[in-house]
């Protein structure tokens, strides 16, 4: 009668042994879909859920294996076979939750390696577009040569270096004047409205000038007409195609001084500014511009194969 309960009861211990891994190994099917789908934070919550499990399931052995050891004393029975069981459900849980802390651990490492080689892929493709740009915009340097080489003994200053264009002030007597010029008015000159058809006029008025006074500065605007007029025949008309250019302001505003100017560098500029403010040749500056984005460009092209070493690296693992 003894033997034949303990057999009832290591046959039930081992009944609820296997429903317990079954319920462990059903929890980390969860995980490993979770790793399929390539959520590893969904992963870690489902092996959250394992271990979780695993503690509660290995309480409950441990409560119920105490109660089959009393059983089994009070009937002459050994501990051994009711010991075994226990052992071997949470040897299962435990197996099952370090499974799957590797699992997550490996996804998390691929995912990293994964999101590195887009950012290296993402990087080559910028400096690739970069190279595009310098290449373009040292042949460009070029071909402002080719549009200056009338002017390429012309002193000039460097004022101005913007993302389309670059401006560099014409240094001559013609130029000084037209700039002297400019800083007597109080107001901007050129303005034109529909409302008015002497804008100037009407915003000295504004300021209370005198009608002589007024006067004045229209005799002023004119010779500004004229000085333009001599700049435009001196340096406009060796200007030899359109990519190089004679301007007299960059602004509307009075606020801002009118240098006439030539147009140097080239769309998408890449800012530098060592050659601001100095006073050098035309030919000299734009020789030095060339050598600047020759300089970028070979360092762009050392950094693009940089980067394509590490891409390799990453995809050979």
């Known amino acids: 009668m003894s033997n034949e309960n303990l057999a009832q009861i290591e046959t039930l211990q081992e009944q609820e042994g296997k429903e317990a891994i ?43 294996t105490n109660i089959a050891i009393n059983t089994a004393k009070s009937m002459g029975g050994t501990e051994q076979k009711v010991k075994e069981i226990s052992e071997s459900v949470q040897n299962e849980v435990s197996t099952a939750v370090e499974s799957g802390k590797q699992e997550i651990s490996e996804v998390k490492n691929e995912n990293q390696e994964k999101n590195k080689l887009e950012n290296i892929e993402g990087d080559i493709k910028y400096k690739e577009k970069s190279l595009e740009t310098l290449e373009a915009n040292i042949a460009h340097v070029e071909q402002q040569k080719n549009a200056y080489i009338d002017l390429l003994d012309q002193e000039v200053v460097y004022i101005s270096e913007e993302y389309m264009n670059g401006i560099a002030k014409i240094i001559s007597p013609e130029t000084e004047k037209y700039t002297k010029l400019w800083e007597e008015f109080p107001v901007y000159p050129f303005t034109s409205t529909p409302r008015s058809e002497d804008k100037m006029a009407d915003d000295l008025k504004e300021k209370n000038f005198s009608p002589e006074r007024i006067e004045e500065f229209k005799k002023k605007r004119q010779e500004l007409f004229t000085l333009q007029d001599e700049i435009r ?73 940089e980067l394509r070493k590490q891409k390799e690296a990453i995809v050979k693992v």
């Open 233 to 305: 025949k001196k340096y406009g008309s060796k200007i030899k195609n359109q990519d190089g250019g004679l301007g007299f302001s960059n602004s509307n505003t009075i606020k801002e001084l009118h240098h006439p100017f030539l147009y140097v560098g080239h769309g998408s500029h890449y800012f530098d500014g060592s050659l601001l403010n100095k006073k050098m040749k035309l030919g000299d500056l734009l020789n030095k511009e060339e050598e600047i984005k020759k300089e970028k460009r070979d360092k762009t092209i050392q950094e693009i194969q």
């Open 22 to 64: 079954s319920k462990i190994q059903e929890i980390k099917q969860k995980a490993e879909v979770s790793f399929e789908g390539d959520v590893v934070g969904a992963a870690e919550k489902a092996i959250s859920e394992l271990t979780g499990a695993g503690n509660e399931t290995t309480k409950s052995m441990q409560a119920e």
